[in-house]
């Protein structure tokens, strides 16, 4: 079975705290994702990476930052954690090509900031 | 740039009726329409998709329709169970561009 691996399910971090977000997928996906899911406001992008280092800036970038240094991993990074980034966050990923928008998403890694 | 509204925010339905979820989308070059479904616990799961060139889509008790001249597309669930309960997204893109626009989210209970 195919899979988007979260390496934590759930965070709890202190403001200020630089906080590591892990992904990994299995299935030699060329694309993975960084959303955010808060209530009422669905699934927004934040980071985008279409291969081994090279990235792009989703809709919600503020504040973090990302890293793709093998095509299987993608971590999100919070340099200063802040309240207002307590979220969910779900990892994804894509073929390349036609199949960029068919998502495969990981269960997802809930972060409280106190 | 391209926005998707969805609704209702919730919908309660007894098992064995059917559930219809909608979504409006504002940019007209967009051309494929997922939902995915999220259960408790778990990440989102595409449940089915369409793109421009058809006007419904069924697979088995569920369906989706697109009218892209209203610029909406629905998604349709028949003689609805239990394990039918769950937060579904519906979104929007252009092509095979990466870039997915998600709707707000419609959480779906089932009642026994």
């Known amino acids: 079975d195919v899979k988007v691996t979260q390496s934590s399910r759930y965070l709890v971090k202190r403001t200020g705290e630089k906080v590591f977000l892990e992904c990994v997928q299995d299935?030699?996906?060329?694309?993975m994702f960084w959303y955010r899911q808060d209530p009422g406001l669905g699934l927004r992008l934040i980071y985008f990476s279409y291969d081994v280092k090279m990235k792009e800036k989703g809709d919600i970038p503020e504040g973090y930052s990302v890293s793709r240094e093998k095509k299987e991993r993608f971590s999100l990074i919070l340099e200063s954690a802040s309240t207002n980034q307590t979220s969910m966050y779900l990892c994804?990923?894509?073929?390349?090509?036609?199949?960029?928008?068919?998502?495969?998403f990981g269960a997802g890694s809930r972060l409280t900031v106190l | 740039g391209e926005n998707v509204e969805q609704h209702p925010s919730t919908l309660s339905v007894q098992e064995g009726d059917s559930a219809v979820i909608k979504c409006t989308y504002s940019?007209?070059?967009?051309?494929?329409f997922p939902w995915y479904k999220q259960e408790l616990g778990k990440g989102p799961q595409l449940i089915i998709d369409?793109?421009?060139?058809?006007g419904e889509k069924k697979d088995q008790r569920i369906a989706v329709t697109l009218n892209k001249t209203a610029k909406h597309f629905s998604l349709h669930i028949t003689e609805t169970q239990p394990e039918d309960s769950a937060v579904y997204f519906c979104?929007?893109?252009?092509?095979?561009?990466?870039?997915?626009?998600f709707g707000s989210g419609t959480r779906l209970l089932v009642r026994p």
């Open positions: 299935m030699d996906h060329e694309n």
């Open positions: 940019d007209s070059a967009s051309n494929y």
């Open positions: 979104a929007a893109s252009l092509g095979s561009s990466y870039k997915l626009i």
């Open positions: 994804a990923s894509s073929f390349g090509g036609t199949g960029a928008n068919v998502l495969t």
């Open positions: 369409i793109r421009s060139n058809v």
